[in-house]
């Protein structure tokens, strides 16, 4: 039999073997293009206001503890991002980051994002497409991973036919190889949870993991005073304890950009592992995982609940007032 799976619309036939092994290697995910496309569909949000391009500034929908760690001169120095995603397909969407419109592939954005967090980061790409395994850098490596890899519901990990791509990424987070920073999705369920009778294999693949983190989105950056909700959108941690523990949020502001999603959420975790990376130079993948997510806050979170917003809302300030980190 045959299941059709999605990756930001991407439209492409499964094979499910027969033994029953569902093999992945082609599975193509609906982490929306940023614009909340679910199912393929083709209308979406884009930003229509053009602002004067600058050079390493702090924007508006950042979180003003990213200017804070540049002033500190963290900015991920001899960290590498690399960006599993989209580079090759046809398919493009308009946004802006604050630096004038542009319309580009979907890890073209990702990418942009990412080195706007850590802009002293060495970025890498890709391409999802290829299927062949993600090599590392020399030092601190950081994986974004802003899609999914989704088929029919009701399979075991252990089913799953792997290709050398996500086996990598999977082997990199369960060795603590690498960090890895995953879109939790958008379909306003727990993490690892059907729906329309599909499954996102890579998250249940990821959970219990040491260095993997689930990256839920906010609607808004949160404070004390102003505090943030989970994006409508968005999935969440649910009751799983282990994924409870290994999942942040942050604020994605798409009235500001006109780019929604948790594959938005995921790059600036990403910036903020490598801007962690670039004061912490000793610290291993895991000690740094760690910093994250115990660092998280709960204070700026409205109606904090673990089964929603997991550990919190990442904390670079936080995460970057250590010492040192063990």
């Known amino acids: 039999m045959s299941a059709n799976s999605l990756k930001f619309g991407l439209a492409a036939a499964l094979a499910i073997l027969s033994a029953p092994i569902a093999s992945a290697q082609d599975a193509l995910s609906p982490d929306e293009m940023a614009a909340l496309c679910h199912g393929g569909g083709s209308i979406c949000v884009s930003a229509t206001i053009p602002v004067s391009r600058t050079t390493q500034a702090v924007q508006s929908w950042m979180s003003p503890d990213v ?18 995603d989209d580079f090759s397909s046809t398919s493009r969407f308009s946004g802006n980051f604050g630096i004038g419109v542009q319309t580009q592939r979907h890890g073209e954005w990702t990418r ?35 899609y999914g890899m989704y088929t029919t519901a009701g399979y075991s990990v252990n089913q799953i036919g792997w290709a050398p791509e996500e086996a990598s990424i999977i082997s990199y987070a369960t060795k603590g190889s690498a960090i890895v920073s995953k879109a ?20 249940l693949a990821l959970i219990g993991k040491s260095t993997a983190i689930f990256a839920g989105a906010l609607s808004t950056n949160g404070t004390t005073t102003n505090k ?11 009751s799983n304890t282990q994924v409870q523990s290994h999942f942040l949020v942050v604020g ?7 780019l929604y999603g948790t594959s938005f959420a995921a790059p600036i975790i990403s910036g903020y592992a490598a801007i962690i990376g670039s004061k912490f130079t000793k610290a291993t993948p895991v000690q740094i995982t760690n910093d994250l997510l115990n660092t998280a806050r709960t204070d700026t979170l409205a109606n904090y609940d673990p089964s929603i917003y997991g550990k919190g809302e990442a904390s670079l300030s936080r995460a970057l007032a250590p010492v040192a980190i063990h």
């Open 112 to 146: 942009e994002e990412a080195s706007m967090i850590a802009p002293s980061a060495t970025i890498r790409s890709k391409d999802f497409s290829t299927g062949s395994y993600v090599p590392l850098a020399g030092g601190l490596n950081v994986l974004n991973l802003s």
């Open 184 to 203: 939790a999705g958008n379909d306003a369920v727990a993490v690892g949870a059907a729906i329309n009778g599909q499954q996102d294999y890579l998250d």
């Open 67 to 84: 200017g804070a760690a540049w002033a500190a001169g963290y900015k991920g120095k001899g960290v590498t991002i690399t960006m599993v």
């Open 252 to 258: 994605v502001e798409g009235d500001k950009t006109g």
């Open 228 to 238: 943030a909700q989970l994006a409508w959108y968005s999935d969440y941690a649910g």
